[in-house]
Nanobody, 124 residues
Framework: QVQLEESGGGLVQAGDSLRLSCTFRGSGFVQHCMAWFRQVPGKEREFVAAIKWDGGDTLYANSVVGRATIFRNNAKKMVALQMDKVTPVDTAVYYC?????????????????WGQGTQVTVSS
């Protein structure tokens, strides 16, 4: 059984950076593709970034490419998201997601393990 727990959300000033972390509890972390999604009320969950099981490849949404970095530490069973130059548009609940096997993917329906989410609010 996999459990995911996000941390690092909160209030951030526009133009600053944020870093979110996700702790993976369970076995087989290295077999999982990990990803971050975000959601604002009334909208669908939006893909942000994904990382291959070995950290050797990453995928980013167009909205964050160039200012977001996803990375993982397989020894610590954690994945993190760093986002620079945030704007109020980045305000959302951010979710960590995991799926076993296969390559990176950007559809939320393709992930079967989710954290509870962490709120990020960017003030202007």
């Amino acid at each position: 059984q996999v459990q995911l727990e996000e941390s690092g959300g909160g209030l951030v000033q526009a133009g600053d950076s944020l870093r979110l972390s996700c702790t993976f509890r369970g076995s087989g972390f290295v077999q999982h593709c990990m990803a971050w999604f975000r959601q604002v009320p009334g909208k669908e969950r939006e893909f942000v970034a994904a990382i291959k099981w070995d950290g050797g490849d990453t995928l980013y949404a167009n909205s964050v490419v160039g200012r977001a970095t996803i990375f993982r530490n397989n020894a610590k069973k954690m994945v993190a998201l760093q986002m620079d130059k945030v704007t109020p548009v980045d305000t959302a609940v951010y979710y960590c997601a995991a799926v076993k096997g296969g390559g990176m993917r950007d559809g939320d329906y393709e992930y079967d393990n989710w954290g509870q989410g962490t709120q990020v609010t960017v003030s202007s």
